[in-house]
């Protein structure tokens, strides 16, 4: 069974700071996504990670992956409240039905 | 990129009643969707997946008789949750796969 653990699951900072975000895998996987989730709202993509050593960066945001170590990171840069967000990362495998989401991180960045 | 198309976004209804959502692939032809449930504070988690022309799979612990899903054509798959009950009030968010997973708007279902 496919497991996907992220942490923290809760993680408040303050502006201009940086933090990184973890989503660790078990088995080998074809695609790795990042989503954001404002409240009440659906998933917006962010990241789609598809090889070992893939980075991507958007804006503030940067996601990075290392298929060996079965491990991505979502890294913020001097964060500012508008990214305000809860973060999933979710694992495609081929094959397999749907994707199998981490239990998110609840992001809070105050002035 | 593509866009998948969900309906309704909020709805309220009675307990013992049925509810249908609507998802549909508006740009790209998908024989395969998904429907997720999350309930406040928790992830996604898939209940089913939508084949279509065939029957829909479900994962463990999803009641295939309450939660009936129709994936009559390429671009539109039905979670129709019948007799309604106040536990499942959720947030239902169907997906659809071209090249990557997109997802739909989320339907807010309350049951009262």
């Known amino acids: 069974e496919l497991k996907v653990e992220q942490n923290p699951l809760f993680l408040s900072m303050q502006e201009g700071k940086n933090y990184t975000i973890y989503c660790n895998y078990s088995t080998t996987s074809d695609r790795l996504y990042w989503y954001r989730q404002d409240p009440g709202k659906s998933l917006e993509s962010l990241f789609v990670l598809l090889s070992n050593g893939a980075v991507k960066q958007e804006g503030r945001l940067m996601a990075s992956l290392d298929t060996k170590a079965r491990l991505s990171t979502l890294h913020i840069t001097a964060a500012v409240h508008d990214l305000s967000a809860t973060y999933f990362c979710a694992v495609d495998i081929w094959g397999a039905d749907g994707l199998t989401f981490g239990k998110g991180t609840h992001l809070i960045i105050q002035p | 990129g593509a866009v998948v198309s969900q309906h309704p976004s909020w709805v309220i209804c009675k307990s013992g009643t049925s509810v249908k959502i609507e998802c549909r692939s508006l740009d790209f032809q998908a024989t395969t969707m998904f429907w997720y449930r999350q309930f406040p504070k928790q992830s996604l988690m898939l209940m089913a997946t939508s084949n279509e022309g065939s029957k829909a799979t479900y994962e463990q612990g999803v009641e295939k008789d309450k939660f009936l899903i129709n994936h009559a054509s390429l671009t539109l798959s039905t979670l129709t949750v019948t007799s309604a009950h106040p536990e499942d009030s959720s947030f239902y968010i169907c997906?659809?796969?071209?090249?990557?997973?997109?997802f739909g708007q989320g339907t807010r279902l309350t049951v009262v």
């Open positions: 997906s659809a796969r071209s090249v990557e997973a997109f």
